[in-house]
């Protein structure tokens, strides 16, 4: 299977998704961090997670499968929401909180 199909197969498989550098209990980069951080404010306390720094193959895939340059990159029903700017705008603006209510 190659590494798009991967990337994909683990973005269905959930409803919520966070590809992050490192763990939630971990997280390798204060942006990483800031994510979980917004999901457990927003009451998604255990997410899929998937630790990029593991796989070099999906490190460098996810970026192309969102067309988005950035980790963390967190997808909700399937759908890419954005990385930790986008977040925490969402969050700030109660947009994120919505989403996570109508789901």
Do not use: H
């Not at 939630?24 to 800031?34: E, I, L, N, V």
């Amino acid at each position: 299977m190659d590494t798009q199909e991967r990337i994909r197969q683990t973005v269905a498989s959930s409803p919520v998704v966070l590809f992050m550098k490192g763990t939630p209990t971990f997280p390798q980069c204060g942006f990483s961090a800031r994510a979980v951080q917004i999901l457990k404010l927003c009451g998604i306390e255990a997410p899929t997670t998937v630790n990029v720094l593991e796989d070099p193959e999906i490190r460098q895939g996810i970026k192309e499968f969102a067309n988005w340059p950035t980790i963390p990159q967190l997808y909700v029903n399937g759908e890419f929401v954005g990385g930790s700017d986008i977040l925490t705008e969402m969050y700030q603006s109660g947009e994120l909180q919505q989403l996570f209510a109508a789901k």
